[in-house]
């Protein structure tokens, strides 16, 4: 049985998660290090860094040779495979790994567009990260034309209608973000999965922001592809493909003659970083021990996880909620997104902001020196910064809540942005 979000035994150990993240006890200018750049990278747990250093140490070599290394590294990636695919809750032949989201889903695209004939159309969004956004445009070469959904500008949810209306017969794709990397906003995925398979095209979902705030499952969504980095969500940097068999195999990756012609093999080139992919098990297996410690008779991994994803949902969204309210009782500020709490299970806890007289680089320069580390900028969600204007204007300080935040940081946080803003 799963816990619900209410449940009191779902509550984080946060000295037990933080003590997992030797990174945590940095400082800087003697002031305690506080890492709010998670929407950019997170930080790893010990046993990442141990099973990186163990694989180097003790299985490092070339796949499917006769001899001991060489076994260890395809037990190692079969492994990996088998972790990922409870966290997608997929298959493990469905498991596709890559170096990250960007390179996986210039792989897709190249894959699909050799399917597709000029006058089809693959629809976009303005709330995605451009690396959803530029590997599908690259078919506009070939006559595909690319269509964009627009968003509700006032909360930065997506439009569905407008959505809804730009799918067609001719649609053949629909690429949208699980959640946005700069706004936070969640979008209604499954119903997007719905409206693009009932025109017969495909779903292809970015969930590299989603990952480290909420369970994936790609069964329930029921998309055909989806995507996610694990240095987003406590893991090395590397990149996770699920792509449902039937479309792996239905579609054909450009590959050398000598590559396996089976999935998922067949979507993955040249030698693979097989260190990393060791410390992709291991970051989902601390994910599962968190899990295991909120709700200890969790009966199988795939439970654990979604038990250890309750537990951060309901911490992070205490530190949202405080968060924003500090926020807001900035004089000048303004946040991008969705600020009604009654709505937060529709964003991550990821704040775009603008205080007037400050650009986004000042505010995160000085945040930085007192050891809050944020970001400034667009982070390559420039459809969006364009479509709000404020591009031109050095876009927004990005402040990025991950489960190993404490409410004492977001407290330290809120006085040293209050200090800076006045
Ligand atoms: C929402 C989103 N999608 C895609 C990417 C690109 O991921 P990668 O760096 O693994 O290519 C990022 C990176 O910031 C992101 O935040």
Known sequence: MLTTQNETTSKLDLAWVRQQFPALSQTVNGQ?????????????????????????????????????????????????????????????????????????????????????????????????????????????????????????????TLNIEDLASKINERTKLVAVGYASNAVGTINPVKEIVHLAHEHGALAYVDAVHYAPHGPIDVAALGCDFLVCSTYKFFGPHMGVLYGGDEYLERFRPYKLRVNADEIPHCWEWGTLNHECIAGITACVEYLEDLG?????????????????????????????EKLVDGIKAIP???????????????????????????????????????GFFTWDG??????????????????????????????????????????IAL
């Open 292 to 320: 295991r410690q909120v709700v200890p008779e969790a009966s199988n991994r795939r439970s654990a996880l979604l038990n250890a994803f309750s537990a951060i949902q309901q911490h992070e969204r205490e530190l949202l």
């Open 32 to 156: 305690p290090a506080v890492f709010l750049d998670g929407p950019g990278g997170t930080q790893v747990s010990q046993r990442v860094i141990d099973a990186i250093s163990n694989y180097l140490k003790q299985s490092n070599a070339n796949t499917h040779g006769a001899f001991a290394t060489s076994e260890r590294t395809d037990a190692s990636l079969e492994e990996a495979r088998r972790a990922m695919a409870d966290f997608f809750h997929c298959h493990s032949n469905e498991v596709v790994f890559g170096p990250n989201m960007t390179t996986l889903t210039y792989a897709v695209s190249r894959a699909i567009g050799r399917a597709l004939s000029a006058g089809d159309e693959i629809l976009l969004t303005r709330l995605d990260h451009e690396a959803n956004v530029g590997p599908w445009k690259t078919l506009e070469e070939k006559g595909v034309k690319i269509q964009f959904a627009d968003i509700h500008e006032s909360d930065c």
């Open 332 to 370: 000048g500020s303004r946040i991008y997104g969705i600020t009604d709490p009654k709505r937060f299970d529709q964003r991550c806890p990821t704040i775009a902001v603008r205080i007037d007289g400050h650009s986004p680089r000042e505010l995160s320069e000085r945040l930085g020196q007192k």
């Open 378 to 419: 667009n982070y390559y969600a420039i459809g969006l910064t364009e479509r709000l204007d404020v591009e031109k204007d050095g876009g927004f300080l990005r402040i990025g809540l991950a489960h190993y935040n404490t409410m004492e940081e977001v407290e330290r946080f809120l006085s040293a942005l209050r200090e």
